[in-house]
C-alpha cells in the first residue's frame, strides 16, 4: 500500500511552478513555499504580538496609570494571547512540518497539495479580523485569551470578529493537520516503518491527531458563546438558567491539549538536534515514542485543574490533581533521555545545539511551577497571579519558541543554501536566555507575593520586580532584531555557501538532498540503503535486521 501511494503527485499538480513573482506564493502548492509562507505569517504575527507584549510592560513599568486605559490595556492581553497561541507558534510549527516532513520522510510533497495552499491562505484573514477589532465600537474582546462569559458574552462586536477568527484559525488547523497525518502514514519511504521515522514526525503526528480532536471542541464552544450573543440561546447566561462554568469545561477540555499541541512538535525539534550536535543515537528512542503519545492521552484528562478554584467536590480535585502530576512522568523520561543523549557524546555547541539545551534548562524550570500549580490547595492560592503568568511563560516562550529559534537554525542551511553567521547567532541565544529570564523569574516573586494579573496598575511593594521585568522584555524583543536580521543576512548569502550536510552529526533524509533544497525533492523515493544507512546511524535500525532483510 505505502508504495502504490508513495509518491502520488506529477508536476501537472504543481502548476504553481510556472508562476512568478506573489502569483507563485497565492497559487502555492510546494511544500516548501508554503512552508515558507507559514514560518513568515508567524514571525509577522510574533513581532505583532511581541509589540502588544511591550506596550503591556510599558504600562507596568511603574504602578498608576501612564499610557492606556484598563479597557484598553485589557485588550492588548487578550490580543497578545490569542496572536501569540493561534497566529505566531502553530502555524510556525505548521510551517516547519510542511517544510520538512516530505523531506526526512523521503516524500515529494504534502498528500493534499491544493488543500495545503488553502490551509494556510485561510490565515491572513483570520489574522485581519483580531486586528480589525481594535477598531470597531467596543474595541477588540477583552475578557483574556480563554474568552469567558459573561464577559465575553457582553462585549462589542469585537467579539464577533474574534469568533469568526478562531473558527478560521480552527478550520485552517485542522485542514494542516489532515495533511500531515496523511503524509505521515501513506508517504514514507520504502523501509521507514512507523516505528523508525524521525522523532519530528511522530511528535507532528500525534500534535495533528490532537488538534483534529480539539479544535472543534473550542469551535463550538465559541459557536455556542456566538448564539448566546444574538440568538437568544442560554448555554452561558445564569439569567436564563444557563451555567458559565460551562464555558470553562469545554474551553479546558481544548485549551489543555492545546497547552501539547505548542509542546509536542518542539520535543521532536530537540530530539532532533541534541542527537546531532551530540554525534550520538537519540538514547532511548522508543520510550520517547511511548512518551509522546502517553503526554497527549493525559492531556484530554487533565483540564479540571485550571478549575481547582472554581469549586469542585474533593474527589475531583484529587482525581485531576494526581493525573496532572502523572503528566510529569512521561515529561521526564523525555528529559532524561535527552540528557542521556547528551552524556558522553562529543558535543559541539551551535546555535542550534546552544537553544536546545536552553530549552530543556528552562522547560524543565516551567515543569516544576507547573507541578506546583498542579497542587489543588497551592492552586487554589496562585490562581490567577502572575506566578501562572511566569509559568506559562516557561512553558510557552522557552518551550515552544527557543525550539522553533533551534529549528530555524538547524534547517536555515538547508532552506537558503546559505550558512548563518554563527557569531550573531549564539548572540542571539545568550542575549534571548539573559533577558528572558530578567523578564519572567521576577513574575515568580510577584505572583508568590499576591499580585493579580491582566490588571493594568498594581500596589506600591510590587514596584521593583515590575521594573526589572518589563527592562528584560524591552531587552528580550531588542534581541529579535538581531534573529531577523541574521536570517534575512543568510538569506542574501550569509557567510557563504552551505554543503549538503552542514552538521556533521545529521543523518535523516533531509540532509540527504542538496542545499538550497530543490523546489522538487524525492520525485523518485530515495533508495532503500540510503534510507537504512540513516536510519542505521540514528540507531533505530541495526545492520543484522538489515542482513536478515
Given amino acids: ?51 502588544m507584549a511591550l506596550c503591556i510592560r510599558a504600562e507596568l513599568f511603574h504602578p498608576g496609570m501612564q499610557y492606556w486605559q484598563p479597557e484598553f490595556f485589557n485588550q492588548l492581553t487578550t490580543l497578545h494571547g490569542i496572536i501569540m497561541v493561534f497566529g505566531a507558534i502553530m502555524p510556525a510549527f505548521t510551517g516547519l512540518a510542511n517544510w520538512m516532513l516530505p523531506l526526512m ?31 470597531v465600537p467596543g474595541g477588540a474582546p477583552a475578557g483574556g485569551w480563554t474568552l469567558y462569559p459573561p464577559l465575553s458574552a457582553q462585549a462589542g462586536m469585537g467579539m464577533d470578529l474574534a469568533i469568526f477568527s478562531i473558527h478560521l484559525l480552527g478550520l485552517s488547523s485542522i485542514m494542516g493537520s489532515i495533511n500531515i497525518i496523511t503524509t505521515i502514514l501513506n508517504m514514507r519511504a520504502p523501509g521507514m516503518t512507523m516505528l523508525k521515522m524521525p522523532l519530528f514526525a511522530w511528535t507532528s503526528l500525534v500534535t495533528a491527531y490532537l488538534l483534529i480532536a480539539v479544535a472543534p471542541v473550542l469551535a463550538g464552544a465559541v459557536t455556542m458563546l456566538l448564539t448566546d450573543r444574538h440568538f437568544g440561546t442560554h448555554f452561558f447566561n ?38 546531532t550536535f551530540a554525534r550520538k543515537p537519540l538514547f532511548g528512542y522508543v520510550s520517547m515514542v511511548y512518551a509522546t503519545c502517553s503526554i497527549a492521552i493525559l492531556s484530554f484528562m487533565v483540564w479540571g485543574h485550571h478549575m481547582f478554584a472554581v469549586g469542585m467536590p474533593a474527589t475531583a480535585q484529587l482525581f485531576f490533581m494526581f493525573l496532572t502530576m502523572l503528566i510529569a512522568v512521561p515529561t521526564g523520561v523525555k528529559v532524561f533521555n535527552w540528557i542521556a543523549t547528551m552524556w ?12 536546545a539545551i536552553g530549552f530543556v534548562c528552562l522547560f524543565t524550570v516551567g515543569g516544576f511551577s507547573g507541578l506546583v500549580l498542579s497542587i489543588a490547595p497551592i492552586d487554589t492560592q496562585m490562581q490567577d497571579t502572575y506566578y501562572v503568568v511566569a509559568h506559562f511563560h516557561y512553558v510557552l ?13 538547524y534547517w536555515l542551511p538547508k532552506w537558503t543554501g546559505f550558512m548563518y553567521h554563527e557569531g550573531r547567532g549564539k548572540l542571539h541565544f545568550w542575549w534571548s536566555i539573559v533577558w528572558f529570564n530578567v523578564t519572567f523569574f521576577p513574575m515568580h516573586f510577584l505572583g508568590l ?6 490588571i493594568p496598575d498594581y500596589a506600591l511593594q510590587f514596584t521593583d520586580f515590575n521594573a526589572v521585568a518589563s527592562v528584560g522584555a524591552f ?26 550536510k552542514p552538521w556533521e552529526g545529521g543523518n535523516t533524509l533531509e540532509w540527504e538532498v542538496a542545499s538550497p533544497a530543490p523546489h522538487h525533492t524525492w520525485e523518485s523515493p530515495p533508495d532503500i540503503e540510503l534510507v537504512r544507512r540513516g536510519l542505521i546511524a540514528q540507531a533505530v535500525e541495526h545492520e543484522e535486521e538489515g542482513d536478515a532483510r
Avoid at 523521503?106 to 497539495?113: N, T, V
Avoid at 469545561?249 to 509542546?263: D, N, R
Avoid at 507575593?449 to 491582566?454: F, K, L, S
Fill in 1 to 51: 500500500m505505502m508504495t502504490s501511494l508513495a509518491h502520488p503527485h506529477t508536476h501537472s499538480e504543481h502548476s504553481a511552478e510556472h508562476h512568478a513573482g506573489w502569483a507563485r506564493w497565492l497559487y502555492a502548492t510546494n511544500h516548501k513555499d508554503i512552508g515558507t509562507l507559514y514560518l513568515w505569517f508567524a514571525f509577522a504575527m510574533f513581532i505583532t504580538g511581541g509589540v
Fill in 105 to 135: 520522510l523521503g516524500a515529494p510533497d504534502m498528500a493534499f497539495a491544493r488543500m495545503n495552499n488553502w490551509s494556510f491562505w485561510l490565515l491572513p484573514p483570520a489574522a485581519a479580523l483580531l486586528l480589525i477589532s481594535l477598531f
Fill in 238 to 275: 445564569a439569567a436564563g438558567g444557563g451555567d458559565p462554568v460551562l464555558f470553562q469545561h469545554i474551553f479546558w477540555f481544548f485549551g489543555h491539549p492545546e497547552v501539547y499541541i505548542m509542546a509536542l512538535p518542539a520535543f521532536g525539534i530537540v530530539s532532533q538536534i541534541i542527537p
Fill in 344 to 355: 558522553q557524546g562529543s558535543m559541539t555547541f551551535e546555535t542550534p545545539m546552544l537553544f
Fill in 397 to 409: 516562550v522557552a518551550g515552544a519558541l527557543f525550539s522553533l529559534f533551534a529549528a530555524v537554525y
Fill in 449 to 454: 507575593a499576591g499580585m493579580p494579573r491582566r
Fill in 475 to 500: 531587552c528580550f524583543g531588542l534581541g529579535q532584531l538581531l534573529f531577523f536580521y541574521n536570517v534575512i543576512h543568510t538569506i542574501r548569502g550569509g557567510v557563504g555557501p552551505a554543503p549538503d
